[in-house]
């Protein structure tokens, strides 16, 4: 039981049900906002590319030649138009991948999502996608959905920690519906947006990550992202230990390619903003224009756009086993790592979810196909290595490991390599933790300054009780004593730092040594008039999360420790004290056992 020394109104919490009622309610926007979003894109794409108004749109066949001709190659820097006006006039937080935006208003904005975002980002996304933009859409859903749990959250006027659930349920609903993935869908919020992993926490987050899957395959069907004809022969065999080392040095090379993928990203976005003279509107126009020259380019010579878009068609080709050359596939992996890099960089609205996708599966054949080459008499599948690669891409640019190795199972309903895949995600994640700290998402921020936590870890001193930190050594001072009293009851009381002021026995605030010491030098005083007023009361038993919820109620820095709660508390009733200093070493201490200081 908590109670508190100082009166105030405290904004109370939804309860379980209501809030994981919200939960659904979110889950339902999230849903239907990714199944308008895909048809936006389909209606962009339609008319830009082939002249037709429809909004059936296929991202796993490839787009036929365009009606346009050469012309084409406008066709994204139409696009770029719609986009730079849209995200300069109205939200240019729209600008870029969308989840880094996300983050920030977690950590350092209080959950504070302005709702024209998530028009903005729906129009500015769809054009940049639907023109050829190399950019994907998990980014803008996420932002999408988040924006309305955030705008839900003000209007109810929730604490900030539903309001960051609520986030959360925006964006693991997004993610789960536009992909078929809601156990991804969770996990990618735990390991990117959730600053706390609770019950309270994860049932709304799942109620809605499940509602919003459950509209997605009502309206997009419940396949799965990807089709794999070899699944039904497994294609690894673990008995066969000479493939593990091969999925191992796999995993070397998805950290680099991930740390290329980073770095690339951020130095063309450095390029437009430092080298390329003029406004926003030049910039990405540029931009724009260098990617339709490279689509139209690969329809001019191979015969398909390949690059342009979320890829998803040439993904598909790889992992259906189509026989491409080790020179096509560099040369689509280089090609698309260009094309994200000019289309983000110079300003576009979209993710990197699926350009990751794109350039996992490129490399990943292409080194299955180099195995291939240097070990003929040895049976390797590609589409085994692309899978591995896709996940291992995933997980080493954006961090979120655990939910790469499931969304790809999900994606792909093929789970005969998901032991190597696994591998390959660890290793690659732990190379391009090693050459670059900072995953794709967390980079965009610290660029700005903004530090986010590295670890996600469970802070054990919160369960630690009252009685096993407090400070027992306390004196006692009478509401009238003087300021000789008050010294000389520092001078009796020897080693205590912390006095009660009583008012015949009844605990009226507190003093702490330094305190006495200055209210002395000040001149005549009583302990009464220089003393504490504000503190808060936990028993014994409370925990360290319960004080602190007890202290932060009544803007205390000190909570009085006690055998029993009333409406009077008397002296000889506190057993100790707790204070902010304790607190913080708790904390440090903590620190210290994770850092091994």
């Not at 049900?17 to 979003?37: D, K, Q, S, T």
């Not at 794409?45 to 001709?69: I, R």
């Not at 803008?140 to 839900?152: D, Y």
């Not at 390029?271 to 390329?276: D, G, H, M, Q």
Request: hydrophobic content about 50%.
């Amino acid at each position: 039981m908590v109670t508190t020394g100082a009166r105030q109104e405290p904004v109370l919490p939804m309860g379980p049900l209501p809030f994981g009622l919200l939960g659904v309610l979110v889950g339902v926007v999230a849903g239907f906002g990714a199944v308008l979003f895909r048809g936006l894109i389909g209606l962009v794409h339609n008319v830009l590319f082939l002249g037709q108004f429809s909004l059936q749109y296929d991202a796993n066949t490839h787009t036929p030649e365009s009606p346009w001709g050469a012309l084409v190659i406008l066709v994204p820097v139409v696009g770029a138009v719609g986009v730079a006006y849209l995200v300069k006039t109205f939200a240019p937080e729209a600008k870029g991948h969308g989840v880094p935006e996300v983050m920030d208003a977690i950590h350092y904005r209080s959950g504070i999502i302005r709702p024209i975002v998530a028009v903005v980002k729906s129009l500015a996304s769809a054009l940049s996608i639907g023109s050829g933009g190399s950019v994907g859409r998990e980014g803008p859903i996420i932002q999408i959905g988040s924006s309305f749990g955030a705008s839900l959250a003000k209007l109810l006027r929730v604490p900030r920690w539903q309001r960051i659930v609520l986030i959360a349920c925006g964006a693991g609903g997004g993610i789960a519906a536009t992909f078929n993935t809601p156990i991804g869908g969770v996990l990618f919020v735990v390991e990117i947006l959730l600053v706390e992993v609770s019950v309270r926490t994860l049932v709304p987050v799942v109620l809605a990550t499940v509602t919003a899957t459950y509209i997605g395959q009502v309206f997009l069907g419940a396949h799965p992202s990807f089709v794999i004809p070899g699944m039904a022969t497994p294609y690894y065999h673990l008995l066969k230990p000479h493939m593990l080392p091969a999925y191992l040095g796999l995993g070397v090379l998805m950290g680099l390619a991930s740390t290329l993928f980073i770095r690339t990203l951020y130095a063309f976005e450095d390029f437009f903003t430092t080298r390329v003279k003029g406004s926003y509107y030049r910039q990405h126009l540029l931009g724009m224009l260098a990617v339709g020259l490279m689509i139209y380019g690969f329809m001019a010579v191979f015969g398909h756009y390949y690059i342009e878009g979320v890829g998803y068609a040439t993904v598909q080709d790889i992992l259906s086993d189509q026989r491409f050359s080790l020179g096509l596939m560099l040369l689509l992996f280089g090609g698309k790592l260009l094309a994200t890099s000019l289309t983000l960089g110079s300003g576009a609205s979209g993710g990197i979810f699926s350009p990751a996708l794109f350039l996992g599966a490129t490399l990943g054949a292409a080194y299955g196909i180099v195995l291939h080459m240097a070990f003929p008499g040895i049976a390797i599948s590609t589409p085994a290595f692309a899978v591995a690669g896709m996940a291992g891409m995933i997980g080493g640019s954006t961090g979120a490991a655990v939910a790469a190795i499931v969304m790809i199972l999900e994606m792909t309903l093929d789970y005969s390599v998901v032991v190597p895949m696994t591998a390959v995600v660890a290793v690659s994640y732990g190379v391009r933790s090693l050459l670059c700290r900072d995953s794709i998402y967390a980079m965009k921020l610290s660029r700005r300054g903004r530090v986010l936590p590295t670890a996600l870890r469970a802070a054990t001193y919160l369960g630690d009780r009252a009685q096993a930190v407090m400070e027992t050594r306390i004196g006692r001072l009478r509401s009238e004593a003087s300021a000789d009293e008050m010294a000389a009851g520092l001078a009796v009381e020897g080693g205590a730092s912390f006095f009660l002021v009583t008012d015949q026995h009844r605990v009226v605030g507190f003093l702490t040594a330094d305190a006495i010491c200055r209210a002395a030098a000040r001149g005549p005083t009583t302990a009464g008039a220089a003393a504490d007023r504000r503190f808060a009361t936990v028993t014994s038993a409370a925990s360290m999360e319960a004080v602190m919820g007890a202290m932060r109620a009544a803007g205390a820095t000190v909570a009085l420790v006690t055998g029993r709660t009333g409406p009077f508390l008397v002296d000889t009733d506190v057993e100790g004290v707790v204070t902010a200093q304790q607190l913080a070493q708790a904390m440090l201490d903590e620190g210290a056992f994770f850092l091994d200081a």
